[in-house]
């Protein structure tokens, strides 16, 4: 009888036993299929590598999950999730960084064309001949001139050269003009305290500068050096917004939108000679949108007049400015349905907080309209239909991470959107916006900061890869084979020269 109980009781415990480890067994399964199955949707996760691809991964992957693993337990040493200007120096220093800077990342398709160099590039321009100054209160404006200028100033215009040289101390003197070439100050979360602050700084950056860049051999020099910041940058070809302000001469010339346009060509061209394996530019003509139909629909006229002149150069239109201040599309819906037969659009959308609103709801009009890509779409996360539908339509999401942490939208680019579109597979290209007004590389921060800041811990070597890759696939270039091939042999080689110690 005492056997027949042991016996009951073991056969009891161990059919117990095998119901719980069933059970976990089953679980354990679900969650790695659930974790699979997110692994597989993410952007990139179509991308196979290469033997030799695959011991880079292992070198970045290292590098990354050791700064992401020290931010878990010691968040404040996260240096990406603080303030840009707080870390923009230091990550320079680190090897991932360096990895980033050298692999080649494809095209620029969102970038504002007089915001790309840095303040010291600025600083530099300033020491050109013949730039006059006025020094208002708290501000200054700038002309090339050949005698005293007769514009208005409400001190009194000197040669620039003059002023710094009487000034007593030139490193000073430079050090305090720099000022006013860049947002970036030491207590940003003290200063810029709401959106419109920091975006009227902002904009009072572009026509402070105005008068220095709109001299036209300055502004063909600035474009030519902003092209060779982006070959350092390893980035091949651009789409460039731009107003195409008026430019002036010493000799009293003001020319038209279409001269600056012409100009732009004119560079580009130029540059493509003196650097073959650069593949040149398009334009996006991106005036302003604070302004009324008939202004619009002269920007439209301006637009075809440059797509007839300058065959092939023109990529499209967009209007640009504060969302949230500006008019919405929709208001110019009649001109922009009938400038579609002729114009591709690029529009700026949904750079916004807002939800509901008219800036969130520009990418309706945006998508209605045929839009190409979409500049931003920051707020598209909170609009599943529009999230379908640009899936359907394919329209790449046009992503500027940084510009949106120092521009107001986001604090920690851990929550920013684009962690999201990267999840779900959306078409993303990773761009820069404005990166001289902050100090940044034309492309590499953006990269680095969405790599280690935004995307999974799990995003890896194919993240990168796709969205170098995306940047030529979504851009307007019409022999896409033919630059993607070259992406993939400088793909390869820098592959090589990581793996041989190069970083
Ligand atoms: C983070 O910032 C600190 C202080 O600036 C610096 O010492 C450190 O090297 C940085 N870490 C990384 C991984 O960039
Ligand atoms: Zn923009």
Known sequence: MWLVIVYLLFGDAQLVLSTVSDRYENVINERDTLFKKEIDMMLGSDIVLSDSEEKVNEIIIELKHRELDTGLLEPGQFNVSKHFFEYKETIKETNLFKIIKRMPK??????HDIAILSPDYVLG???SEKLYVCFEEDDVRFLFSKDIPKDTCGTRWQLLRDARFSSGNVEKFDAELKKYFTIVIDNPEEVYTDINIVWSIFQDYFVRFSGIISYKPVWEKYF???LKALRDDNIMYLEIRSTLPQ???LEGNVFDSLATAQSYKDVSDKFVIDYPDFYGVKLIYSPLRLVDYSTVKSYIEIAKNIDNKIPGFLAGFDLVGQEDLGAPIKYFLPQLVEAGKY???FFHAGETNWNGMSPDENIFDAIVLGTQR??????????PVLIEEIKKRDIAIEVNVISNAVLGLVKDVRNHPLSSYLAQNLPVVLSCDDPGAWEADPLSHDFYVTFVGVANRHADLKLLKKLALNSLYYSTLKDKDKIIHEFEI??????????????
């Open 106 to 111: 494809g095209a620029i398709l969102h970038a």
């Open 125 to 127: 321009l300033t020491y």
């Open 224 to 226: 030519y050096d902003a």
């Open 247 to 249: 430019l002036y001469d």
């Open 343 to 345: 114009l591709k659009f």
């Open 374 to 383: 979409i500049g931003h779409g920051f707020a598209l996360a909170k609009h």
């Open 490 to 503: 400088r793909w390869i080689r820098f592959i090589d020269s990581i793996l041989k110690g190069n970083y």
